[in-house]
């Protein structure tokens, strides 16, 4: 069945999923086996060396994970996609495959916590140099880029003050200094923006959020060249963070009503980001999709939809006054995680940035009193309803 032609809310149904994988079935088996067996050693070793479909071992690739990549991989427009255990599994996968000692990495200070911790921590180990730029000063980003870079790492929107990023100004100026140029799209989805026709290189997300969208799932995937993908691939079997087949499956079975979901978050969303930014309680409202948000009209550019993801702060603007806030909420859980059916809410302090220290936080614009909410698919009377008692209280 070919999918380059059909739309995005069919992908999400049929895409990866065309040849029957198992005596007929509809849906897409499990398949939990380990390693796949051959008769045939001639055969065996043509699958061993990729000159023929098929699998070997588990932690390399399985059937039920290859469906699971190929539905995002069209969703993305790519020419592959490979997936690893989590999001961070996917990230940090990307990024050591790419850098060696005395290479240069170009990002900005909005990346999430952990990617953050991987620029900070991990990588300055290894002699590899970081620089991490004001998420929306494109010129500094760009003045950075011509100094020397293997990797121009990007995240848009940015996790938690859904800051937006010119990704086709930005990966041009990647791609002209030679960089290979990398973007996180958890937060948009691939429903809402489609990094590499915008330029980019490779496109990833930790699919744990709104691609599985149920909270019941980890995973991580990329999406870019073949020739690219693969080596990420080659790193990813190495160093064993692959992807569960049942996480896969959930994974799979959530992509199915993506499309759905999202377009009932973008337009939830919008209502909420409204209702807040004219509460007399809170502060200030970051979401894309409000005229008055300064990354508004990139948005408008590169997202056909702002999303489900936004952030506020309150009108008192110290911890205790979240403390206060969050449990009176009625229909959010406060949790440690995004993009799930049910709205959820938490303090980055808690959350993306619980690794970072308040100073940190401070110094990357991260009020105290922010809460990070990801819209669910409720009714949206019932959660502006219920921010409203809260607020009040
Ligand atoms: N990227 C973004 C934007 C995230 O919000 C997160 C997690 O919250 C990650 C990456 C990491 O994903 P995971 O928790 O699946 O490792």
């Given at each position: 069945?070919?999918?380059?032609t059909?739309?995005?809310?069919?992908?999400?149904?049929?895409?990866?999923?065309?040849?029957?994988?198992?005596?007929?079935?509809?849906?897409?088996?499990v398949v939990?086996?380990v390693?796949?067996?051959?008769?045939d050693?001639?055969?065996?070793?043509?699958?061993a060396?990729?000159?023929?479909?098929?699998?070997?071992?588990?932690?390399?690739?399985?059937?039920?994970?290859?469906?699971?990549?190929?539905?995002?991989?069209?969703?993305?427009g790519?020419?592959?996609?490979?997936s690893?255990?989590?999001?961070?599994?996917?990230?940090s996968?990307?990024?050591?495959?790419?850098?060696?000692?005395?290479?240069?990495?170009?990002?900005?200070?909005d990346?999430?916590?952990?990617?953050?911790?991987i620029?900070?921590?991990?990588?300055?180990?290894?002699?590899?140099?970081?620089?991490?730029?004001?998420?929306?000063?494109?010129e500094?980003?760009?003045?950075?880029?011509?100094?020397?870079?293997?990797?121009?790492?990007?995240?848009?929107?940015?996790?938690?003050?859904?800051?937006?990023?010119?990704?086709?100004?930005?990966?041009?100026a990647?791609?002209?200094?030679?960089?290979?140029?990398?973007?996180?799209?958890?937060?948009?989805?691939p429903?809402?923006?489609?990094?590499?026709n915008?330029?980019?290189?490779l496109?990833?997300?930790?699919?744990?959020?709104?691609?599985?969208g149920?909270a019941?799932a980890l995973?991580?995937?990329?999406?870019?060249?073949?020739?690219?993908?693969?080596?990420?691939?080659h790193?990813?079997?190495?160093?064993?963070?692959?992807?569960?087949?049942?996480?896969?499956?959930?994974?799979?079975?959530g992509?199915?009503?993506?499309?759905?979901?999202i377009?009932r978050?973008?337009?939830?969303?919008?209502?909420?980001?409204?209702f807040?930014?004219?509460?007399?309680e809170?502060g200030?409202?970051?979401y894309?999709?409000?005229?008055?948000?300064?990354?508004?009209?990139?948005?408008?550019?590169?997202?056909?939809?702002?999303?489900?993801?936004?952030?506020?702060?309150?009108?008192?603007?110290?911890?205790?006054?979240?403390?206060?806030?969050?449990?009176k909420?009625k229909?959010?859980?406060?949790?440690?995680?995004?993009?799930?059916?049910?709205?959820?809410?938490?303090?980055?302090?808690?959350t993306?940035?619980?690794?970072?220290?308040?100073?940190?936080?401070a110094?990357?614009?991260?009020?105290e009193?922010?809460?990070?909410y990801?819209?669910g698919?409720?009714?949206?009377?019932?959660l502006i309803?219920?921010?409203?008692?809260?607020?009040?209280?």
């Amino acid at each position: 069945m070919a999918t380059n032609t059909i739309n995005k809310g069919t992908q999400c149904v049929w895409s990866g999923e065309e040849e029957y994988l198992m005596q007929g079935a509809t849906q897409v088996p499990v398949v939990h086996s380990v390693s796949f067996g051959y008769k045939d050693m001639d055969e065996w070793q043509q699958v061993a060396l990729g000159q023929k479909p098929g699998h070997i071992y588990g932690r390399n690739t399985n059937p039920t994970v290859a469906v699971f990549e190929d539905k995002i991989r069209q969703l993305e427009g790519a020419q592959a996609a490979t997936s690893a255990s989590t999001g961070m599994g996917i990230i940090s996968s990307a990024l050591f495959t790419f850098l060696s000692p005395g290479d240069r990495v170009v990002s900005v200070k909005d990346t999430y916590g952990g990617t953050n911790k991987i620029f900070q921590e991990f990588l300055p180990r290894f002699n590899i140099k970081v620089a991490l730029c004001d998420t929306t000063d494109h010129e500094a980003i760009e003045q950075e880029i011509v100094k020397g870079c293997k990797v121009l790492y990007l995240e848009s929107p940015t996790n938690p003050t859904v800051k937006v990023i010119d990704i086709a100004r930005l990966a041009k100026a990647g791609k002209d200094a030679g960089a290979i140029v990398i973007v996180d799209n958890t937060f948009a989805t691939p429903i809402n923006q489609n990094p590499i026709n915008l330029g980019v290189d490779l496109v990833l997300h930790s699919a744990t959020k709104f691609l599985g969208g149920h909270a019941d799932a980890l995973g991580g995937v990329i999406c870019g060249t073949k020739e690219l993908v693969k080596q990420v691939y080659h790193f990813r079997e190495i160093n064993g963070a692959t992807l569960h087949p049942m996480a896969a499956y959930f994974l799979l079975r959530g992509m199915k009503t993506l499309e759905l979901r999202i377009e009932r978050q973008n337009k939830s969303a919008m209502k909420i980001a409204q209702f807040l930014e004219s509460h007399p309680e809170v502060g200030q409202v970051f979401y894309p999709g409000l005229e008055s948000n300064p990354g508004h009209d990139i948005a408008k550019k590169q997202m056909t939809g702002f999303g489900g993801m936004m952030s506020f702060k309150l009108r008192e603007d110290d911890f205790d006054a979240v403390r206060r806030f969050l449990p009176k909420l009625k229909f959010a859980h406060a949790a440690a995680n995004l993009g799930a059916v049910e709205t959820i809410v938490g303090p980055p302090a808690t959350t993306s940035h619980v690794e970072c220290t308040r100073e940190e936080r401070a110094a990357m614009g991260i009020p105290e009193s922010l809460i990070r909410y990801s819209t669910g698919i409720e009714n949206v009377e019932d959660l502006i309803g219920d921010l409203d008692q809260a607020l009040r209280q």
